[in-house]
Nanobody, 125 residues
Framework: QVQLVESGGGLVQAGGSLRLSCAVS????????MGWFRQAPGKERQSVAT????????YYTDSVKGRFTISRDNIKSTLYLQMNSLKPEDTAVYYC??????????????????WGQGTQVTVSS
């Protein structure tokens, strides 16, 4: 059974940085297309970034382009999200998600079949 465990969330001031991690077990990580999603209070879960199994072709939602970087370490079976220049509107619970196979630019929740429990990111103004 696949397990995804996020970590690295917290409280940070606007303009600051955080790095989220997602440790994956129970599947061959190097075969997974991975994604980060976020859900703010009262809003739907939205895609933030996705990355193919080999680490290429990252996709970013427009609001985070140039500030966030998705990456992965297939040896450590870990997904990362480096978040710089954080804004209050980035406040949300951040989730990692996985799907077996190579897929480009996945954006919908239904495209992923495994999810972590989420980690809270709060950006104060």
């Amino acid at each position: 059974q696949v397990q995804l465990v996020e970590s690295g969330g917290g409280l940070v001031q606007a303009g600051g940085s955080l790095r989220l991690s997602c440790a994956v077990s129970g599947r061959t990580f190097s075969r997974q297309t991975m994604g980060w999603f976020r859900q703010a209070p009262g809003k739907e879960r939205q895609s933030v970034a996705t990355i193919t199994p080999g680490g290429g072709n990252p996709y970013y939602t427009d609001s985070v382009k140039g500030r966030f970087t998705i990456s992965r370490d297939n040896i450590k079976s870990t997904l990362y999200l480096q978040m710089n220049s954080l804004k209050p509107e980035d406040t949300a619970v951040y989730y990692c998600a996985a799907r077996d196979g190579i897929f480009y630019g996945l954006r919908s929740q239904s495209s992923f079949d495994s999810w972590g429990q989420g980690t809270q990111v709060t950006v104060s103004s």
